[in-house]
């Protein structure tokens, strides 16, 4: 069962408010479009009413920072039940798209509102080059704002009992003082699905990721930031532009990173816990006292120069807290040919090879 909101409004007597019938489902597909990102996630919107082979429309198909494609489909006035054979339905059509495939959806949906190119689109959503391979994973989720006991023992069935990328994502819809308001909740544990089977072709192609390893690229500058501060306060940071500062902002509280200084090595394992925050807002634990970062002892500014304050670009460096498991000195780091490196600040670690060498390296389970 998904998790019930309850909200009240604490401005003088509390007094709860109620859920009312939602009168925004029409406009719902026209809301995430402009704001994906209300789906607890980032992501790029790639095509709407998109046109399967079968002649069926999709509501919306997204692609996430590793490439994996997102349906969205609403539930509108057809049965829950209806809609969870209609996704899967979809799921079977954009198991089998390829690279192209999935371009060519987007350049039909850039085409209607004049964009730009897929590659620009996806570094600008997310900091980040696209993947040499899109499509290697799939998720379906049906948007709702109630679902029947029949088809929650149903979606739960398939996505716990065969490991099918399917989820419920309800929004419950409030009214107050003239005011509208949506939340969102997951009918499943939305981190455990994320790392739902890989399908087809795409399976052999990668490695699937166990959903909670994660690569970071602590680019280790005198003008920026400094290993020594990482390593003694607990934490990683990225900046100078949200090309590096969005993957890393990616990274969940619980995943486990794998601290890697380019032209060095790995140099450190440890477990996320806390949200990445600007490093003028962030704030970590030191000896059990919370320290804001800029009261610290540091050797690296975790500052970048602006070139243009009016270009709308986040400069800043964010912080991601970590508890570290085990780490080492530069001088001592595991560099090892066949060692995954990547560019990217943040990102899923799926080669099996690294986590095995570098868990055995640091005495790790």
Aim: hydrophobic content about 35%; some cysteine; aromatic content about 10%.
């Amino acid at each position: 069962m998904p998790v019930q909101i309850g909200l009240w409004r604490v401005d003088g007597t509390p007094v709860r408010v109620r859920p009312a019938r939602m009168p925004l489902e029409e406009r719902l597909e026209a809301i995430i479009e402009s704001d994906p990102a209300m789906l607890g996630q980032d992501l790029l919107i790639i095509g709407r009413q998109v046109v399967t082979s079968f002649g069926s429309r999709i509501d919306l198909v997204a692609v996430d920072v590793d490439g994996d494609l997102h349906v969205l489909e609403l539930k509108r006035d057809r049965t829950p039940r209806e809609v969870v054979a209609q996704v899967l339905d979809y799921g079977s059509w954009v198991q089998g798209l390829t690279d192209d495939d999935v371009r060519g959806i987007y350049n039909t949906y850039r085409r209607s509102g004049n964009g730009p190119e897929f590659d620009e689109a996806f570094a600008d959503a997310f900091g980040a080059t696209a993947p040499e391979t899109l499509n290697t994973s799939h998720h379906l989720t049906v948007v709702a704002s109630e679902m029947d006991d029949a088809t929650e023992r149903l979606v739960t069935y398939l996505a716990t009992g065969y490991d099918v990328p399917i989820n419920v994502m309800f929004f419950d819809y409030y009214e107050d003082d003239g005011r509208s308001y949506l939340a969102r909740t997951w009918m499943l544990d939305h981190n455990a699905t994320a790392a739902a089977s890989r399908t087809g072709t795409a399976a052999r192609k990668q490695h699937p990721w166990n959903g909670q390893d994660w690569y970071v690229s602590f680019g280790e500058e005198e003008s920026s930031r400094n290993w020594d501060d990482a390593r003694r306060y607990g934490f990683v940071s990225a900046g100078g532009g949200k090309w590096f500062s969005r993957t890393l902002r990616q990274v969940p509280v619980g995943g486990r990173i794998f601290a890697y200084i380019p032209k060095t090595g790995y140099v450190g394992v440890g477990e996320v816990v806390g949200e990445a925050q600007p490093a003028d807002e962030a704030v970590l634990t030191v000896e059990n006292t919370a320290v804001p970062f800029r009261s610290l002892d540091l050797r690296g500014p975790y500052r970048h120069h602006i070139p243009d304050p009016k270009d709308g670009e986040d400069y800043r460096e964010w912080v991601l807290p970590v508890r570290w498991l085990a780490t080492v000195d530069r001088d001592e780091a595991l560099s090892k040919q066949g060692l995954f490196a990547n560019q990217h600040s943040a990102c899923k670690l799926r080669h099996q090879f690294t986590i095995d060498t570098v868990t055995q390296f640091f005495d790790l389970d």
